[in-house]
């Protein structure tokens, strides 16, 4: 069974930074694939940033030059680094894992509970 525990979230002014953590078990994070979304208040939720499994990365145009996610295979843990917040990267950040789709696509089968990240301007 996997579980996925977040920890990281908090408030922080804009142009400030925030590293958030998923501890991972149930899985090996070479095999699946791994990823950080997250949802504002009122929308739906979306992905930031995933890995998959060989170690591609990919981002969402919206964080792209600012977040970067990594994952350490022999801790596993899912990390996400986070730099010149926004007010409009407020949100929960939810880590998820999931299978491949294809050659570059996943599918979503797990969550953690959460953390919230909140940006003031």
């Known amino acids: 069974q996997v579980q996925l525990v977040e920890s990281g979230g908090g408030s922080v002014q804009a142009g400030g930074s925030l590293r958030l953590s998923c501890a991972v078990s149930g899985v090996a994070l070479g095999n699946a694939c791994m990823g950080w979304f997250r949802q504002a208040p009122g929308k739906e939720r979306d992905v930031a940033a995933w890995?998959?499994?060989?170690?591609?990365?990919t981002y969402a145009d919206s964080v792209k030059g600012r977040f970067t996610i990594d994952q350490d295979n022999a801790k596993n843990t899912l990390d996400l680094q986070m730099s010149w917040l926004k007010p409009e990267d407020t949100g929960m950040y939810y880590c998820?894992?999931?299978?491949?789709?294809?050659?570059?696509?996943?599918?979503?089968?797990?969550w953690g509970q959460g953390t919230q990240v909140t940006v003031s301007s």
């Open positions: 890995i998959y499994p060989g170690g591609i990365t």
């Open positions: 998820a894992s999931g299978y491949r789709v294809g050659s570059s696509s996943c599918s979503w089968n797990t």
